[in-house]
C-alpha cells in the first residue's frame, strides 16, 4: 500500500492550496481517508476525513468552512481543498487511510503517507 502525498508549497496569509493523495496497492473501497498535520515539537492532529465510498466528512473545528475534503474514485485521489490559509496552518501534512473509519483517531489510521509541508506566511 502506498499513499502519496503532493501539493504542498509556501503561500500567504488569505491564499489556497490543495493537497493530494494519490493511494495505490489495494482496493480502497472499505476505507476512510484522513488528512492529518504536525508541527515540529507538537503532536500530530487531525484535519479532515472521508469515506471512500459515500462520501461522508469529518473535520476538526480548527478547518471547518476554510478546508474541504473530497475524493476521485476514477483516480484513487483524495484532495484536501484549503482556503483562507493562516500561519497557524503551517505543517507537515500527512494523508492516512483507516478500515472503515474517518474519525480523529490517528491509531485507526493503518496506512500512511509521507509528509508535505505546508507554510503559511503572514
Known amino acids: 500500500v502506498q499513499l502519496q502525498a503532493s501539493g504542498g508549497g509556501l503561500v500567504q496569509a488569505g491564499d489556497s492550496l490543495r493537497l493530494s493523495c494519490l493511494a495505490s496497492?489495494?482496493?480502497?473501497?472499505?476505507?476512510?481517508m484522513g488528512w492529518f498535520r504536525q508541527v515540529p515539537g507538537k503532536e500530530r492532529e487531525f484535519v479532515a476525513g472521508?469515506?471512500?465510498?459515500?462520501?461522508?466528512?469529518n473535520y476538526a473545528d480548527s478547518v471547518k468552512g476554510r478546508f474541504t475534503i473530497s475524493r476521485d474514485i476514477s483516480k484513487n485521489t483524495v484532495y484536501l481543498q484549503m482556503g483562507n490559509l493562516k500561519p497557524e496552518d503551517t505543517a507537515v501534512y500527512y494523508c492516512?487511510?483507516?478500515?472503515?473509519?474517518?474519525?480523529?483517531?490517528?491509531?485507526?489510521?493503518?496506512?500512511w503517507g509521507q509528509g508535505t509541508l505546508v507554510t503559511v506566511s503572514s
Open positions: 496497492g489495494r482496493t480502497f473501497s472499505s476505507y476512510g
Open positions: 492516512a487511510a483507516g478500515p472503515g473509519y474517518t474519525g480523529n483517531n490517528e491509531r485507526r489510521y493503518v496506512h
Open positions: 472521508i469515506s471512500w465510498i459515500g462520501g461522508s466528512t
